[in-house]
């Protein structure tokens, strides 16, 4: 039984690189035109929540999303959640339907095919390097410009699978209130069970998401960081706790 388990898990994650390949190379001219001029980005965007889509349904996962407010398709936001596989860049490509520019380590550049896509159409930070941090708020300046929206995982890498929500970094805050747009705090519930990092592990099933009440920052200033990331923090935690306590 066991061995028919891990045998089941080796597949299902060999499937998870087809299903992120296929897409890719079926829609490549499509991709590689989209990505030629920045003002192009939200038909690069269209196909991204192509590909994602039909990853979340390959792996059969169900989306089930509540939202207590809507995303006006208009204006730019801040897009927040708790990070704990790698499906939730697929999640929060299905979820927020507005065009939206992930900020994101430098080393997802480095991953097989989906890096190269990831390094032309994202904002890269080195963390090590100061002048890299810098740039992202010149870089997210320039794609709220443009009318997009900024996405921003803020405990900054996956935690361990121990860790139930870890710390929030403040980059994320002080983009938002630097800029004045809403912050979307979104709790992702099942990631981590449906497909995480351990490798014999998961399986379809429902993926819950709760897209929350934004929170606005006009009038905030740069002190109040801190004080958002805790409010944010909050807002996941207790939905995270909500849905642990639900059978």
Same mark, same amino acid.
């Given at each position: 039984?066991?061995?028919?388990?891990?045998?089941?898990?080796?597949?299902?994650?060999?499937?998870?690189?087809?299903?992120?390949?296929?897409?890719?190379?079926? *829609?490549?001219?499509? +991709?590689? %035109?989209? &990505?030629?001029? @920045?003002?192009?980005? #939200?038909?690069?965007?269209?196909?991204?929540?192509?590909?994602?889509?039909?990853?979340?349904?390959?792996?059969?996962?169900?989306?089930?999303?509540?939202?207590?407010?809507?995303?006006?398709?208009?204006?730019?936001?801040?897009?927040?959640?708790?990070?704990?596989?790698?499906?939730?860049?697929?999640?929060?490509?299905?979820?927020?339907?507005?065009?939206?520019?992930?900020?994101?380590?430098?080393?997802?550049?480095?991953?097989?095919?989906?890096?190269?896509?990831?390094?032309?159409?994202?904002?890269?930070?080195?963390?090590?390097?100061?002048?890299?941090?810098?740039?992202?708020?010149?870089?997210?300046?320039?794609? *709220?410009?443009?009318? +997009?929206? %900024?996405? &921003?995982?803020? @405990?900054?890498?996956? #935690?361990?699978?121990?860790?139930?929500?870890?710390?929030?970094?403040?980059?994320?805050?002080?983009?938002?209130?630097?800029?004045?747009?809403?912050?979307?705090?979104?709790?992702?519930?099942?990631?981590?069970?449906?497909?995480?990092?351990?490798?014999?592990?998961?399986?379809?099933?429902?993926?819950?998401?709760?897209?929350?009440?934004?929170?606005?920052?006009?009038?905030?200033?740069?002190?109040?960081?801190?004080?958002?990331?805790?409010?944010?923090?909050?807002?996941?935690?207790?939905?995270?706790?909500?849905?642990?306590?639900?059978?």
């Amino acid at each position: 039984m066991i061995v028919l388990k891990h045998l089941f898990w080796l597949i299902y994650r060999i499937w998870f690189y087809i299903l992120v390949a296929i897409p890719i190379l079926v *829609l490549l001219p499509l +991709l590689l %035109i989209s &990505i030629l001029k @920045e003002s192009w980005y #939200p038909l690069f965007f269209r196909l991204a929540r192509l590909w994602a889509g039909f990853i979340l349904i390959g792996m059969g996962f169900r989306t089930k999303i509540e939202s207590e407010q809507e995303i006006h398709p208009k204006k730019s936001y801040m897009f927040v959640a708790n990070h704990t596989s790698m499906i939730d860049i697929m999640l929060m490509l299905v979820v927020a339907k507005n065009p939206f520019v992930f900020v994101g380590k430098a080393e997802l550049a480095k991953m097989p095919l989906v890096g190269f896509f990831f390094k032309r159409t994202s904002i890269l930070v080195d963390r090590s390097n100061q002048k890299s941090r810098q740039a992202v708020f010149l870089s997210a300046q320039r794609r *709220l410009n443009q009318g +997009l929206s %900024i996405c &921003i995982f803020p @405990e900054g890498l996956v #935690p361990d699978e121990s860790v139930f929500l870890a710390d929030f970094k403040d980059g994320a805050f002080r983009l938002a209130i630097n800029h004045q747009i809403p912050v979307v705090p979104m709790t992702f519930a099942d990631c981590r069970k449906r497909f995480s990092y351990t490798f014999f592990s998961g399986g379809p099933g429902k993926m819950r998401v709760c897209v929350h009440k934004f929170i606005d920052t006009k009038g905030l200033v740069v002190k109040d960081t801190k004080a958002l990331n805790e409010k944010v923090r909050k807002i996941i935690l207790e939905q995270l706790k909500s849905y642990k306590n639900k059978p």
